[in-house]
């Protein structure tokens, strides 16, 4: 069964505990995800790390917030200067694997662990680009606006908007000056 209707005019998107293994294991880098998605585009987002009382929101056109206050993405103009990040490297396959080792040597540090909470430190400024497959819509529809009221940009690995049908591989970045060259090398 879909998760939502095509003909839908809004779906709310829920994700209980996004990072099970994590949850499961007493690292505190698991969240609650809440998307509302308006036909097929996520259109608000939360994150929420109920341990430390963190919640981040992103609406579209509005600013992202992180527990109520203003934030934004930080700059970063090269792959070879961004800090990047994906839950593990067991998540990609086939041909996905060469393309993640290939982005994994380019960058200057690549840090593995994070589930949702990964995207909410790229909207917070500490990483420049998280990168993964295997995703359902339940795992990236409430990241999409946070990411990108922050200033960042979050698409499929072609470079489209992430929609409810998207295929789950995802491409995030701080900077959006970072995106054509990230989705060139995940497109090699």
């Known amino acids: 069964m ?16 996004d990072g099970t293994k994590s949850f499961i294991s007493g690292r505190p880098i698991f969240g609650t995800l809440i998307a509302l998605v308006r036909g097929e585009l996520p259109i608000l987002g939360v994150i929420d790390q109920p341990v430390l009382k963190e919640r981040w929101v992103g609406a579209e056109g509005r600013t992202t917030t992180f ?23 067991d998540l990609f396959s086939g041909a996905d694997i060469e393309k993640f080792t290939a982005l994994a040597g380019a960058v200057w540090h690549m ?20 990168v993964e497959a295997d995703l359902k819509p339940y795992d990236f529809c409430a990241l999409a ?29 701080g900077d959006p000056s970072l995106m054509p060259a990230l989705i060139n090398m995940l497109n090699r």
């Open 2 to 17: 879909p998760l939502a209707s095509t003909a839908a005019t809004s779906t709310w998107v829920l994700d209980p505990i």
């Open 111 to 130: 840090q593995y662990g994070g589930d949702c909470y990964a995207y909410a430190m790229l909207a917070t400024g500490f990483l420049d680009i998280v």
């Open 145 to 173: 606006p946070v990411v990108g009221g922050a200033g960042g940009m979050m698409t499929d690995w072609r470079g489209a908007p992430l929609t409810i049908g998207s295929d789950g591989r995802v491409a995030a970045v």
């Open 67 to 89: 527990n109520g206050a203003d934030i934004a993405t930080r700059p970063c103009g090269a792959l070879s200067d961004a800090m990047a990040n994906t839950t593990s490297p």
